[in-house]
């Protein structure tokens, strides 16, 4: 039997949530767009997996009272990368349209120019970075936020099968101490 009331509380966390991951996600692309040289952005992309995680952790030990199944794990992840890809596309649509001023592109070619002698060492024709940069020059604000939500979308999925594995917990003992964990 469907738990109506369940669903609607897991798609309420799953939203809360997914607002946080997708603004996670535009500081990271702000530093990373402003501060390369940092690599704080890059940084924080990479630690994505752990702060899903931390969130999913939340979610079970404060509304699931530390019990949560593979199934619900999966779905409160899956829903929270959804909605922070979208807030983040959305957030990437406002700034290519409205403040960018070129600063995007430049970044995207000196990323490109810089990565384009480890491309030819690696036995590839650097002219294909270079028509990649031409394609990406036509498209729209709205086409690139497109393809930066659909290729989070595509990243996220495996890591919520990981991290829905690695966060699930069945039973939970006095004073949230495991007993029991779901192999």
Known sequence: MVDFQTIRQLKAYARQDGVFMGAYWIVSFLLTLYFPDLALGGVMMICT?????????????????GKISFRRGLAYSVYTFFNGSFLFAFGLFIYLYAFDKGQFFSTFLQ?????????????????????????????????????????????????????????????????????????
């Open 111 to 183: 990323g490109i120019k810089d990565s384009a002698a480890v491309y030819q060492a690696l036995g590839s024709n650097p002219k294909e970075l270079y028509d990649s940069i031409d394609i990406i020059s036509h498209l729209s604000a709205l086409q690139i936020s497109f393809v930066f939500m659909m290729y989070y979308l595509i990243v996220s999925t495996p890591l919520a099968v990981v991290i829905a594995l690695l966060c699930k917990r069945k039973d939970v003992g006095r004073h949230g101490n495991e007993t029991t964990r779901t192999k």
């Open 49 to 65: 997996p752990f702060f899903a995680g931390w969130m999913l952790r939340k979610f079970r030990d404060d509304a699931l009272g």
